[in-house]
């Protein structure tokens, strides 16, 4: 397997741009989430899925963050209008959903809002 | 309140020795994991251990071990014969809440471990 396949690997959009990352998870896996790291906030979960069902959105910033899952193997996550303050590395991770089971995570996008 | 707490921001240790990176979490829950990541400055996120809060025996997977201690709420990694490659963030990370299907995954600040020559 692949594993978690995220693009762009990196992101330069000047303030204001829409902001599209997107994602491909482990086949099979039930679960995809998206999460944001920066320094001051650490590893923050944005919104997660379920058999391509948004279950819990409460951790996205406000209302410029949108997140998608058409089918079980693409997920986006949009911003728009972009902010310099959105500049992080954005992770997506998918997992099967056994308790035991760690997530995998993609390689991340860094997004770079100037 | 904190669900994760690593206390250490930063360690040392030399090349070949042990070290321990602490990590304590909060949680009411009887049924919930525990994993240790490791991201080196490439950026990627690599899952390291897990340890189930209803396994006996310590985990354990290759120079990697998980001191759990249940009645403390700590999960302190073990890095043994350190290298060179080792040197990484490191996040705690607890996954809880039999309400939410265990299903969200709660991450410490993390470490910063540098192994010298």
């Known amino acids: 397997d692949a594993g978690v396949i995220q693009s762009p690997r990196h992101e330069v959009t000047e303030m204001g741009q829409e902001v599209t990352l997107r994602c491909k998870p482990i086949?099979?896996?039930?679960?995809l989430f998206w999460y944001r790291q920066t320094m001051m906030r650490g590893l923050e979960l944005l919104i997660y899925?379920?058999?391509?069902?948004?279950?819990?959105d409460s951790g996205m910033p406000e209302d410029r963050f949108s997140a998608k899952m058409p089918n079980a193997s693409f997920s986006t996550l949009k911003i728009q209008p972009s902010e310099p303050r959105d500049s992080a590395v954005y992770f997506c991770?998918?997992?099967?959903?056994?308790?035991?089971?760690?997530?995998?995570f993609g390689s991340g996008t860094r997004l770079t809002v100037v | 309140a904190q669900k994760i707490t690593q206390t250490q921001p930063g360690m040392f240790v030399q090349e070949k020795e042990a070290v321990t990176l602490d990590c304590t979490y909060d949680t009411s829950d009887q049924s919930y994991g525990l994993f240790w990541y490791k991201q080196p400055s490439s950026g990627e996120m690599i899952f390291l251990i897990y340890q189930g809060s209803y396994d006996e025996q310590n985990a354990t997977e290759g120079r990697y071990s998980l001191n759990f201690q249940k009645a403390r709420k700590s999960a302190n990694l073990v890095i043994s014969a350190s290298q060179l490659g080792d040197s990484a963030m490191y996040f705690c990370?607890?996954?809880?809440?039999?309400?939410?299907?265990?299903?969200?995954?709660?991450f410490g600040t993390g470490t910063r471990l540098l192994v010298s020559p």
């Open positions: 990370a607890m996954r809880e809440g039999r309400s939410t299907g265990f299903q969200k995954l709660v």
């Open positions: 086949s099979g896996h039930d679960y």
């Open positions: 899925f379920n058999n391509n069902v948004p279950i819990d």
């Open positions: 991770a998918s997992s099967p959903g056994r308790l035991s089971g760690g997530y995998t």
